[in-house]
């Protein structure tokens, strides 16, 4: 059997007429988030690590402070939807483009699309969950603020 | 030629064996698109262990204190040194992406605007890397 490589420029047919063009969602999506994640990634950067001490700062305590505020909860949300999904779909680019067997592309790309459920489920959660006075943390190590029993 | 489409890409021959180059292929172009792949990749590998990592406040104030312990040891802050860098390169070159793709002079400015990100860049590395060299490599008070 004989692929036809057609001649570049050619316009692009449509198999049928109405589907969603998913490709170039994608390729929208990429630039969109892109912008969006140089201001959340930049800010992050900036707070966290070149404010005040940097990193010495940063323990249990700091981020506690941070998600005592809703606007560090949905920044730090927003920042892993959009940076997982980017970076997802940047990797199923890179796959399609170097994984040329079937099967190793398909469990590359099923080991990607699960990476990306998992953890932005699961950072989500931690997000909105996340109690500094939670029951399950020993009053030795409980913050100040917390009333202990 | 097999169809007249094809004709609109042919390019005058040069004596030069080498191809002079387009947007992706040679020269700024391709570095820049190799650079933006390998730190796409190094970015997208740190977030995975980062979201874990992070998962940690969930878990204990000491289960945290003890990740973050690891990530404060010199060698770690000479990594993360490393990865700042390269976000703020895929960040700078991805907005020269994003004009290529959507500014009607994108294409033509191509190769300037990428010694553009190459001077933010060192800007950004100088403005970046010597205050968290000195947090990591400084006692804590
Ligand atoms: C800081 C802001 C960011 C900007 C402005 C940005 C911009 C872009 C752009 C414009 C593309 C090209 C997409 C295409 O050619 O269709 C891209 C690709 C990519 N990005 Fe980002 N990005 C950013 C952050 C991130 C983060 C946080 C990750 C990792 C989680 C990431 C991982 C990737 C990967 C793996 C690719 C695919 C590279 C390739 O196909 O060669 N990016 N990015």
Redesign the interface.
Known sequence: MSTIIE????PRERSSKGRVNWEKWGWLYM?LS??L??IL??GH?FVN??LG????E????F??GK?ATPFWQWWDVVM?WL??IH??N??RT?VNDYASHRTVRRVLLIGIAA?AII?IV??T??VF??DPCNT???AD???TFCPVN | MPNEAASTLTTARSSSKRPAGTLYRGNTGMWSWVLHRITGVSIYFFLLVHVLDTAMIRVSPQAYDAVMSTYKNPIMGLGETALVIAIMFHAFNGIRIILIDFWSKGAKYQRLMFWIVIALWVIGTAGFAPIHLHNVFTEPQ
């Open positions: 001649a570049p420029r050619t630039r892109g912008v994640l140089l990634i930049f950067l690590l070149v001490e940097g990193i010495k940063i323990d249990f305590a981020v506690a998600y892993l940076a997982m970076g997802s940047g990797m890179i990476a953890l699961l950072g959660l931690v969950t996340f399950f943390i020993p190590q409980a913050l």
